[in-house]
């Protein structure tokens, strides 16, 4: 797995800027608020540091009018000078680097889907607290599925479980489904170490209980766990999980 690292290369800006950078390689899309929660952080403070990474040139600033009708926040990502720079003064993943080529010119649903993964991030993190989490930017192509998981937990003690976290969108085709699930097991085959326990984010109830119905009785090491974004949004650090190897439905 990767984490991106400042270098002891003499950087032209400070460490809470560059760390503001790193964020953003994290998620490729977030808001102040989502910053303010995984740093710890005033929110206007950070609103300040973005202002001057987007004067600098550094920082992409997505806004526009139909973003206060749709009560959207404005979003920031990095641009081509701050992909630069940490590609210079950090240990960021050149693959990783290069999937944030197309920030300025991606679409409205691409981004959505990116400040609604950094939202689940927050809320895994209450779900699983003695954990390190990491989003798909931060994993290394040897021994991860692919496509990559939309994110990845680490246990913080030798005992803990390890797991990824696959959102499933709404009225997904029970086929594509299926594929998935079939990708993670022949992941596990290909690997020598402990697959991690696989964590499903179904869109809505029907395709929780679809995925609780492909999912019973499977033949794996890892085990399946399934809940509905409404409940991870509702009660993160609540009992929200099913065990899918064991759950009994009637589809």
Not at 222 to 243: C, K, M, N, V
């Amino acid at each position: 797995m990767h984490q991106t690292h400042t270098s002891s290369t003499k950087a032209s800006l400070a460490r809470s800027q560059v760390r503001l950078l790193a964020l953003l390689y994290k998620f490729r899309f977030i808001t102040t608020d989502i910053a303010a929660a995984v740093l710890h952080k005033d929110r206007s403070t950070l609103y300040e540091r973005f202002a001057l990474l987007v004067s600098r040139g550094y920082v992409l600033k997505r806004y526009d009018s139909s973003y206060r009708l749709a009560q959207k926040a404005v979003r920031y990502s990095l641009s081509t000078k701050g992909i630069a720079y940490l590609r210079k003064h950090t240990t960021a993943e050149e693959g990783s680097l290069r999937r944030h080529y197309g920030n300025k010119t991606a679409d409205e649903a691409l981004v959505d889907s990116h400040i609604q993964n950094a939202e689940r991030y927050l809320l895994l993190a209450q779900s699983l607290p003695d954990h390190d989490m990491f989003t798909n930017y931060e994993l290394t192509t040897e021994g991860v599925i692919r496509p990559f998981p939309h994110l990845y937990a680490q246990p913080r003690q030798p005992s803990g479980n390890y797991y990824y976290l696959d959102y499933v969108q709404p009225f997904t085709p029970t086929w594509l489904l299926r594929k998935r699930l079939v990708q993670h097991q022949d992941a596990e085959d290909d690997v020598d170490h402990i697959y991690p326990h696989v964590l499903l984010v179904a869109g809505n109830d029907s395709t929780e209980r679809r995925l609780l119905s492909l999912t019973e009785s499977s033949l794996q090491d890892f085990r399946w766990y399934i809940t509905t974004s409404e409940q991870l949004h509702e009660h993160p650090a609540g009992p929200i999980w099913i065990d899918g190897d064991e759950s009994t439905t009637d589809d």
